[in-house]
């Protein structure tokens, strides 16, 4: 008698578990954004997340963008084995800033790798203060001093976007081991 209600049973409780596993990863995701906005952020608190990133391991697969606080204008690096590696993407209505953004770097001595095409390859063997573009962008080496990097996004921020709200940006610090 019992034997024929357990597969009943047991389906109901399959559908349940499923239903419960979907609104668990729901709940996590749900986390996992929330944790992950972007936090106010001042001078002191990203010259804070450049060391967190620079002090990570390049397992940890770390980023890092800074944003006005309109979240319009950004800049955002990448955690290499040498160091940072400043991505400034080639996007739509911001051909401009690409142009601007590549000068920049022209004029405060940083040269351009003459390597064609370039590849991942190419971008991980850019050695400090070296650039590289293609059609997705602008690569380059910005180093490991935190001072330095710090110079440059305020730099970047002035002079590209014209904003020097430093009180009054976000950031974003993700590491995936952390």
Do not use: C
């Amino acid at each position: 008698m019992a034997t024929g209600h357990w597969p009943a049973f047991g389906g109901k409780m399959k559908k349940w578990f499923s239903l419960a596993i979907i609104v668990l990863s729901i709940i996590f995701y749900i986390i996992h954004f929330i944790k992950s906005k972007p936090k106010k952020a001042n001078i002191n608190i990203i010259e804070d997340s450049i060391k967190k990133l620079l002090s990570a391991d390049y397992e940890d697969m770390g980023f890092l963008i800074v944003e006005s606080s309109n979240r319009n204008q950004f800049v955002q690096f990448g955690l290499e084995n040498y160091g940072l590696m400043l991505m400034w993407p080639n996007v739509k209505n911001q051909k401009e800033n690409l142009v601007k953004v590549r000068k920049l770097f022209l004029n405060t001595g940083y040269s351009e790798s003459k390597e064609n095409p370039v590849t991942r390859e190419v971008v991980i063997n850019l050695k400090h203060n070296e650039f590289a573009q293609d059609d997705n962008g602008l690569y380059v080496n910005v180093g490991k001093d935190t001072s330095e990097i710090l110079d440059l996004i305020k730099k970047l921020f002035i002079e590209i976007y014209n904003y020097n709200d430093f009180d009054n940006m976000k950031v974003q610090l993700a590491l995936k081991n952390k």
